[in-house]
């Protein structure tokens, strides 16, 4: 079915409108149903219909020949082909059939029928050839009064508003809907011309009630007012900024006739020839300034409203305001320099020697650069390096990133710091091509130019923690950057033209230097910071952490002091760590807490001592307990290296009866695993040097544990520390209290040597160790040591597993080693 009209029909009978409708209505018991797809009928409306199916055709038919009374229902579902009367609503209306004409294929018929009342169609007495039914008339129930009249008066208001907003009304269709006087009749001609669904207008016709149905009417015009002022607003913007642009662009133009008349310049001149200006002011390298004035070429042939206007005038301000020329001038003042370093920190003298270095180097080129010249010496293939490129690699807290700073300071050059951790693009370095859109330069040209100098220094924080994904490796990138012979000529890749920085001074932090890949560490100078000692700790306390813990906090100096033995205390009981950034954050938290204590008027000051210490900051949190872990035989004290500096490691062994060998725990890597199985298979080779009856290996079984479980371990240096354990559990022996060891071993007993030897001995001091075995080839790198944890320990130094049994469990017969410091060698504690 469809309502929509066929222009070729012929008109095969006219019935003329009858005024006995109502009666004839009276006089019915049953009633033909025609089901209507996607379409409700309301009463006293005229509705044009299209019936094709050849039920449907007898029911016209067979209705036409007789009172042409009919019921008009919807479907509920209009996909349905063969309608059963499960598929109808309940209600439909009566209509009588006006006209009706025939396509003159004999096919379909074409109506004009008329709404009459509503109905409730109560049973189906046949189905075929159509539908018919019993029914029974709804009447319609209204209040006359003011309140009916309002809600009429208020539709119609309602209904000429949308008429107004709507481009699909037409003047008759408005006056045709107004003259309704009836409210029924009224509800009924808005609703006819009224975008609803099916199931909107099969609501609005089973309401009795007709102030109801004026209601719902109203709120959906209200609604539809809300959706049509708003779409309206829409399109009067639109085309006021299109009045808008129309008229600016007819002003530019009458602008620019009348500049011609006058002689005058446009904005567009005006503005390039101040482009060509500051282009020449610059002071461009020759490849950038022809680049530049190629731009400038072509920016002043396109239009100002062009899309690539904007972005060449974007790329012409990058290129002209980079420092090409700009720099800051060095400090050279050697004393004042060495003065500024020691000021800001403590300690760190190779780093602060190298910055010395590097500026007594930079005064001499300078004084007799003169003489260089003279000499004619010149090296066509090798350029003279002017910046220098430091790593300074070490634990978290020592003050790598506040160095950096420092170094500024000290050669009175401006600073700047990027963080490169978690970094994954290698455009973040080189820029995006101008091909794509918002593109912009990387960061290093973006830091330049912010902060307007050719020769910062420039900190690349966190190089060992940048990543690599689809997007490419940004340390590739960077390869360019901190590579001396190259990076004279960096090009990003947004500007395209080379730019000088290796006057530069780059300094990179990192924490370990085992992730950053080798061609990118080759290209740097790598400085190690270690860890401090407790005496360098407090040092650093007393200098430098308690005096700006004062000031962050409000505090004068008269109102809070530290004993040294409270900072000892906190050092040592609160923090275990490398640097000082803990121990600060203890400062302070004590520090804070006295501030509140001034501010409520409780007290004038306080004398932090090491007593009043677990007051402010609870309950010790770490606690060295060496001796009381090894009381034990099978337990050695080992010595370990990680990123945040050095730290101790029991390694525990034990032994039960059972035959299934030898089994290691503790979250071990692959290289400790088999430095573990080198251990016991030299323990078991070598059982009778030590005392032990060899069948002892074929009754028990061994498990050998290094606690904490939950931290991964890895690496050789823990072997003597295994052979140890191993050693002191079949004889039976504790390992002395104030050992501490690493080393690598080998199946022959031999001892290699390892890495982060200061770390390791530093981490030992901290704990209270009294005497420490290295292997006997590290003995070069004692000299890294600070004088006073030398003083304080005995080194051990050894080549051979004897040696460390010797020291380790007192053994008889064996060559305890050569002591770095000559003390007695018999086991204390």
């Not at 509800?187 to 609501?203: C, H, I, K, P």
């Not at 890895?714 to 390992?735: E, M, N, Q, R, Y």
Request: glycine fraction near 8%; include cysteine; proline fraction near 4%.
């Amino acid at each position: 079915m469809s309502d929509n009209q066929a222009p070729d029909m012929e008109l095969d009978q006219e019935v003329p409108q009858q005024d006995q409708e109502q009666a004839l209505i009276h006089d019915l018991e049953t009633v033909s149903i025609l089901p209507l797809r996607n379409t409700v009928v309301f009463p006293t409306n005229l509705l044009p219909l299209v019936v094709e199916r050849p039920a449907s055709v007898k029911l016209i038919d067979d209705a036409l020949m007789g009172d042409r009374i009919i019921a008009l229902v919807a479907l509920k579902n209009p996909d349905v082909q063969e309608p059963e009367p499960t598929d109808l609503y309940d209600v439909g209306v009566l209509v009588v059939v006006h006209r009706m004409a025939r396509e003159r294929d004999g096919g379909a018929l074409r109506l004009i029928v008329q709404g009459l009342d509503r109905v409730r169609i109560r049973e189906v007495v046949s189905t075929e050839p159509y539908l018919r039914g019993t029914f029974e008339r709804i009447p319609e129930s209204a209040v006359e009064g003011v309140e009916l009249e309002a809600l009429m008066r208020s539709l119609q208001d309602l209904f000429r508003r949308t008429a107004e907003l709507s481009a699909h009304f037409t003047e008759e269709t408005v006056d045709a809907v107004l003259e309704a006087e009836e409210p029924a009749r009224l509800a009924y001609q808005v609703a006819a011309n009224t975008r609803m669904t099916l199931q909107g207008r099969q609501d609005l016709l089973e309401l009795d009630d007709v102030s109801e149905k004026l209601r719902w009417l109203i709120d959906l015009y209200m609604r539809e007012i809300d959706i049509l002022e708003l779409g309206q607003k829409i399109r009067d913007d639109a085309q006021s900024e299109i009045g808008d642009m129309q008229r600016r662009y007819f002003l530019q133009e009458q602008l620019k006739a009348i500049q011609r008349e006058l002689g005058e310049d446009s904005e567009q001149v005006v503005e390039a020839r101040e482009l060509a200006e500051r282009i020449a002011q610059a002071g461009m390298p020759e490849e950038a300034e022809r680049e530049a004035t190629r731009e400038l070429d072509r920016l002043s042939k396109l239009p100002p409203a062009a899309a690539e206007y904007s972005v060449i005038r974007g790329y012409l301000d990058w290129l002209i305001d980079l420092p090409w020329t700009t720099a800051t001038e060095d400090n050279l003042d050697i004393d004042a320099a060495r003065r500024v370093l020691d000021e800001d920190h403590y300690g760190l003298d190779e780093i602060k020697d190298r910055i010395v270095e590097y500026l007594a180097v930079r005064k001499l080129r300078q004084e007799r650069a003169e003489d260089h010249d003279a000499q004619g010496n010149v090296d066509h293939i090798r350029r003279e390096r002017e910046g220098v490129i430091l790593c300074l690699a070490g634990p978290p807290g020592v003050g790598k990133t506040s160095l950096g700073q420092s170094i500024a300071r000290a050669l009175g050059r401006k600073f700047i710091r990027q963080s490169l951790g978690g970094v994954r693009d290698e455009a973040e370095i080189r820029g995006h091509r101008r091909t794509y859109v918002g593109a912009m330069p990387g960061r290093i040209m973006q830091a330049i130019r912010r902060v307007d100098t050719r020769n910062p220094v420039f900190m690349l924080d966190e190089i060992d923690k940048v990543g690599a994904d689809f997007r490419g490796d940004p340390t590739s990138a960077l390869l360019e950057v901190l590579d001396p012979e190259q990076n004279s000529e960096f090009r990003d890749h947004y500007l395209g033209v080379p730019f000088d920085l290796s006057q530069v001074m780059f300094i990179t932090t990192a924490n370990m230097l085992d992730t950053i890949p080798a061609p990118l560490l080759d290209r740097m100078e790598v400085l190690q910071l270690s860890g401090y000692t407790e005496q360098e700790k407090l040092a650093i306390a007393q200098g430098y952490l308690v005096p700006r813990q004062l000031k962050e906090n409000g505090l004068r100096q008269s109102e809070v002091s530290f004993q040294q033995d409270a900072l000892a205390r906190i050092a040592r009981d609160y923090t275990r760590e490398a640097g000082v950034r803990n121990l600060e954050r203890m400062i302070g938290s004590v520090c804070r807490k006295v501030a509140a204590e001034v501010a409520s008027g409780k007290t004038a000051g306080a004398l932090v001592g090491e007593q009043d210490v677990p007051g402010y900051l609870g309950k010790p949190r770490y606690f060295y307990e060496v001796a009381s872990r090894t009381a034990l035989p099978g337990v050695a004290t080992g010595l370990a290296w990680t990123q945040s500096g050095g730290d101790i490691l029991f390694i525990e062994a034990t032994k039960m009866r059972g035959h299934k060998g030898f089994m290691m725990t503790g979250q071990l890597g692959q290289v400790m695993q088999e430095s573990g199985q080198a251990a016991f298979s030299y323990v078991r080779s070598h059982a009778a040097d030590v005392g032990v009856d060899p069948s002892l290996f074929e009754e028990v079984d061994i498990h050998l544990h290094v606690p904490a479980g939950a931290i991964p371990k890895d690496g050789p240096s823990a072997g003597v520390a295994l052979i140890t354990a191993l050693a002191s559990l079949v004889t039976d022996k504790p390992v002395c209290g104030d050992l501490a060891m690493t080393g690598e071993i080998t199946l022959r007993g031999l001892v290699l040597p390892v890495g982060g030897i200061k770390e390791k001995v530093l981490a030992a001091h901290r704990a209270g160790i009294k005497r420490v075995c290295l292997p006997m080839r590290n003995e070069r790198d004692l000299d890294e040591l600070p004088d006073q944890v030398l003083q304080e320990l005995e080194i051990i130094l050894v080549d051979r597993v004897e040696q460390v049994l010797a020291a380790a469990l007192a053994t008889e017969g064996y060559d305890s080693g050569k002591k770095k410091k000559q003390q007695q060698g018999a086991c204390q504690g």
